[in-house]
C-alpha cells in the first residue's frame, strides 16, 4: 500500500508539469502561427510595394524613353534601386538599360527571357532562380499614352528582389517578445493561485487527516481552519469531520455498552 | 619550431604564386588604334580621353546615374544663374603643388580657346571670378538645367595654370602634362603608354593595337580587354565580360566641295544608293540598322524617323543618271573608329561604284575635319560615341569646328544647333534636334550607317573593379582597381 504512494506522482507535480508542457505548446502554436502570419504579410507587403514601385517607376520612366533619355533613365534607375533590389529596362528592339552593367546576371536573364519579357508572360511576381540564388521577378510593359497615337508599348520594367525564406519585421520582434512575457506573467500567477489555493489546503488538509489517522484515540474532533481552501476541499474537510464525529460517537456508545455489561455481569452471577 | 615556419613562409607565399599569372605589379590595358593626345583642345577620341582620365581630373565627373566630386570640395548654386565652386584643398598635381582657383580659371580658359567643339558650356557661361584661392564663382547667361551634366563629361580637364603657358608654347609637353588625377605619365611612346600611381593604385600600361581586334589566344597578354575579341580560346574564360550600353554609331560622311558630285541632289543620290548590307553584317548580329542621326539611346533620337526615306526623296531630283564609275575617289577613315576586317569591306562597297578607290586614314582626330577636306578626299567613315548620351555631342561636329567634314556654309546650322542648348526643357530639346536632324539630311551631306549599342568589356577575373558598370569604360576610374 505505502509503496504504491510513493511510487504515484504527486498532485502539484502533475499539475505543473501538465501546466508547463500545455502551455508550451499552446505557445509554440502561437508563435508557429504568427511566424507564419509575418513571413504572409512581409511577402505580401513586398509585393504590394514592388508593384506601387512599378507604378511610380513606369510613370517616371516613359517620357524619358520616348524621347530616348536613356542618361535619365539610367539615372531613375540607380535611384529606386537598392541594396537588394535591381531595376532594368529592355527596350523594344531588347536592348537592356540598367544602372550598373557589372549586375551580368540580370541582363543574361532579361537577354535569355527576351520573346517572354514582351508580354511580361510568366513574369510577374515570380520567384527564380539565377546564377543559384532566389530573386523575386516583377515585369510590367511601359505604355505611352499618346493623345494623338493612342497606347503604344515602349519596353518593359523588370525588377529582380532578393528572396528571403524569412524575414524578421519589427511588428514580429514586438509580437514574440510580449508573448513571452505574457507567458512567464501567466505562468507565474497561475502557479502562486495553483499553490495558495488548491496546493497548500490539499496539503494541509492532507497532514491533519494523516495526523488523525496517526492517533490511537480519536480525540480531535475538529480540523483546524485551512486558509484559502476551496469549496470542495472544505466539503472534504467537513465530511471528514463528520465521519470522525459519527466514529467519536459510536466508540463512545461502545464504551458505555461495555461498561453496563460489566456491571450487570457479576449482578447475575451473585444469583 | 622549424616546421612552423616553412609552414607561415608558404602561407605568405601561396597568395603571392596563386596571383602570378597575370602581372601583379601592372594592370594591361588595351586601346585602339589612334593617336593619342591629352590636349584637351580640338577633338579627343575616346582612347585619348581613357588615358586622360586616368591623369587628369576635374571639378565634376558623371559616374553615370550621379555625379562626384574629384577637384571641387562642394559646388553649390548661390542663385539659379550663380555657382560658387570651392576647390578640395588636397587636390594636388602630381608635382605636390595645390590646385588653385587661378589653375581651374586658366584650364577652362585653354580649352575655351583651343577647342572649338563641344562650345555649349562656354555659350553658357557669362564670367567666372575668382574669390579667393581655392574659390570661383561661375555667372550664368541664363539658367541651364543641363549644366552640371555636361561640366562633368570627361572634356573639361583641369591643369596646372605655369603648365598651359609652356604648353601653348611647346605642344610636346602634351606627353606628360602636370594633371591633378591618381597617375602621371612616365612613358608616352606611338605603341605604348605607361602610367604610374601618384599615391596608391597599380601602374598601368596601354598596348595601342593596330587592327583594333584581337586574337582569344592573345587575350592572357591583357587584364582589361576594351576591343573586340577574335574567335575563341580556354584563355577567355579567366575574363568576367560586361556588356554595357555605350552607344557608338557609324557614319559616312561627304565632302561637299568634291568634284564628284555638282549639288546636295546628287550627293543625296551616291549616299542613299550605297549598299551597306556587307559593311554591316562585318560588324556581328549585336550592329543594327541606324534610322536616325543620332544613336538609339540619345537624347533625341526617334525610332519613327527614316534617315534614308529623306535621302532618297532628295536622290529623286538627283540630274545624275548613274555615278561614273571609271572615275577614282578618295576614301578616308578615322583609324580609331574601323577595325582593319571591316576596312576592306568599306572599300568594296565603294569599288561598286568607282574602279579606283584611294585609301587614306586619319590617325590624328584633334582636327579631323579640316584635315579630310584640306585632303581633297570625297569620302569619310567615322564612328562617333558620347559621354552623357545628348544628342548635341553628335551634332556638335556639324557645327562650325575643326571636326566639321562637310566643307558647306553652316553658318545657319551652327546657330542652330547653339540655340538648341538654350533649350531648357529636355522634352523640347529633344524635339529640336530632330528639327536639326531633318535639316542635317536635306543637306545631303552625311548617312547614318549602323549603330553598336552594346560595348563589350573583358575584365580579367582576378580583379576587383568596382564601379566599373556604372559608366562607359574611357570614363571609368583604374585606380578602383585592386587585385
Not at chain 1, 511576381?125 to 539565377?130: E, G, R, T, V
Not at chain 2, 562585318?282 to 529623306?310: C, H, M, R
Not at chain 2, 585609301?359 to 567613315?381: E, H, M, S, T, W
Request: charged content about 25%; proline content about 3%.
Amino acid at each position: 500500500m505505502n509503496k504504491s504512494i510513493h511510487s504515484s506522482k504527486k498532485i502539484h507535480f502533475l499539475i505543473e508539469r501538465f501546466f508547463i508542457i500545455t502551455g508550451l505548446v499552446i505557445l509554440t502554436a502561437v508563435l508557429l502561427m504568427g511566424l507564419y502570419f509575418n513571413r504572409y504579410e512581409s511577402h505580401q507587403k513586398q509585393e504590394d510595394n514592388l508593384l506601387k514601385i512599378h507604378s511610380m517607376l513606369s510613370q517616371l520612366i516613359v517620357p524619358s524613353l520616348v524621347i530616348s533619355d536613356v542618361s535619365e533613365v539610367r539615372h531613375l534607375l540607380f535611384m529606386a534601386a537598392g541594396e537588394k533590389e535591381t531595376f532594368l529596362v529592355v527596350d523594344n528592339s531588347g536592348t537592356v538599360i540598367m544602372s550598373d552593367y557589372e549586375k551580368i546576371s540580370f541582363s543574361n536573364f532579361a537577354s535569355s527571357v527576351y520573346k517572354d519579357i514582351r508580354t511580361c508572360k510568366n513574369l510577374g511576381m515570380a520567384y527564380k532562380y539565377i546564377d543559384g540564388k532566389k530573386y523575386l521577378i516583377n515585369c510590367s510593359i511601359l505604355q505611352n499614352d499618346d493623345i494623338f497615337n493612342g497606347q503604344n508599348e515602349v519596353g518593359v520594367l523588370l525588377s529582380f528582389s532578393n528572396y528571403k525564406w524569412f524575414s524578421f519585421s519589427p511588428i514580429i520582434i514586438y509580437f514574440v517578445t510580449i508573448l513571452m512575457v505574457l507567458f512567464l506573467v501567466m505562468l507565474i500567477l497561475f502557479r502562486r493561485m495553483l499553490y495558495k489555493q488548491l496546493l497548500r489546503p490539499l496539503v494541509t488538509l492532507k497532514d491533519c487527516i494523516s495526523n488523525i489517522s496517526m492517533e490511537h484515540a480519536l480525540k480531535k474532533k475538529h480540523i483546524e481552519k485551512i486558509d484559502n481552501a476551496p469549496s470542495e476541499l472544505i466539503e472534504i474537510k467537513d465530511v471528514f469531520e463528520r465521519l470522525i464525529l459519527s466514529l467519536q460517537g459510536e466508540y463512545g456508545r461502545r464504551v458505555e455498552a461495555e461498561k453496563i455489561k460489566a456491571l450487570i455481569l457479576p449482578h447475575t452471577c451473585r444469583h | 619550431m622549424k616546421k612552423i615556419i616553412i609552414i607561415i613562409i608558404i602561407l605568405y607565399c601561396l597568395p603571392i604564386i596563386s596571383k602570378a599569372d597575370s602581372s601583379v605589379n601592372e594592370l594591361r590595358v588595351t586601346l585602339q588604334s589612334s593617336f593619342i593626345s591629352l590636349d584637351p583642345g580640338g577633338v579627343q577620341d575616346s582612347q585619348s580621353l581613357f588615358v586622360s582620365r586616368q591623369v587628369n581630373c576635374q571639378l565634376v565627373r558623371n559616374q553615370g546615374s550621379s555625379f562626384t566630386l574629384d577637384a571641387a570640395e562642394s559646388i553649390r548654386y548661390i542663385t539659379p544663374l550663380k555657382i560658387l565652386v570651392k576647390i578640395n584643398k588636397n587636390a594636388k598635381f602630381y608635382d605636390g603643388s595645390p590646385v588653385t582657383a587661378r589653375d581651374a580659371v586658366a584650364s577652362l580658359n585653354y580649352i575655351k580657346e583651343s577647342r572649338n567643339i563641344f562650345k555649349n558650356v562656354f555659350t553658357w557661361i557669362k564670367t567666372v571670378t575668382i574669390l579667393d584661392d581655392k574659390t570661383i564663382v561661375l555667372s550664368l547667361e541664363k539658367h541651364v538645367p543641363q549644366f552640371l551634366k555636361t561640366l562633368s563629361a570627361t572634356n573639361f580637364t583641369i591643369f596646372k595654370e605655369s603648365f598651359l603657358d609652356k604648353a601653348k608654347a611647346n605642344k610636346s609637353l602634351w606627353k606628360n602634362p602636370i594633371g591633378c588625377g591618381k597617375y602621371r605619365v612616365s612613358y608616352f611612346g606611338d605603341k605604348q603608354i605607361r602610367i604610374t600611381p601618384v599615391y596608391s593604385g597599380l601602374p598601368i600600361v596601354f598596348t595601342l593595337i593596330k587592327s583594333n581586334q584581337i586574337e582569344a589566344s592573345e587575350v592572357g597578354k591583357y587584364d582589361i580587354i576594351t576591343l573586340k575579341v577574335i574567335g575563341e580560346s580556354k584563355e577567355l574564360n579567366n575574363f568576367n565580360v560586361l556588356e554595357m550600353f555605350d552607344p557608338i554609331q557609324y557614319f559616312i560622311g561627304i565632302n561637299s566641295k568634291s568634284r564628284l558630285w555638282k549639288n546636295k541632289y546628287d550627293r543625296c543620290k551616291f549616299l542613299s544608293s550605297l549598299d551597306l548590307k556587307n559593311v554591316i553584317s562585318s560588324y556581328g548580329e549585336s550592329a543594327i540598322v541606324a534610322n536616325d542621326l543620332l544613336p538609339k539611346g540619345t537624347l533625341g533620337y526617334s525610332q519613327n524617323n527614316d534617315y534614308l526615306f529623306d535621302l532618297k526623296r532628295l536622290a529623286n531630283k538627283s540630274s545624275q543618271h548613274s555615278l561614273n564609275k571609271e572615275k577614282s575617289i578618295c576614301f578616308s577613315y578615322l583609324t580609331v573608329s574601323i577595325q582593319d576586317k571591316n576596312k576592306v569591306e568599306y572599300v568594296k562597297m565603294l569599288q561598286k561604284h568607282y574602279s579606283n578607290v584611294v585609301v587614306k586614314p586619319i590617325y590624328d582626330v584633334k582636327r579631323f575635319g579640316k584635315k579630310f577636306l584640306n585632303d581633297n578626299c570625297d569620302v569619310l567613315i567615322l564612328g562617333l560615341t558620347s559621354t552623357y548620351l545628348d544628342g548635341y555631342e553628335f551634332l556638335t561636329v556639324f557645327e562650325k569646328n575643326d571636326a566639321n567634314f562637310t566643307g558647306e556654309n553652316v553658318e545657319h546650322l551652327n546657330a542652330h544647333i547653339l540655340q538648341s542648348q538654350n533649350i531648357e526643357n529636355t522634352v523640347e530639346r529633344a524635339k529640336e534636334y530632330q528639327k536639326i536632324t531633318k535639316e542635317i539630311a536635306d543637306s545631303c551631306i552625311v548617312r547614318p550607317i549602323f549603330t553598336m549599342p552594346i560595348r563589350r568589356i573583358y575584365v580579367r577575373k582576378n580583379l576587383k573593379a568596382p564601379g566599373i558598370g556604372l559608366i562607359s569604360i574611357h570614363q571609368y576610374n583604374l585606380a578602383n582597381v585592386s587585385i
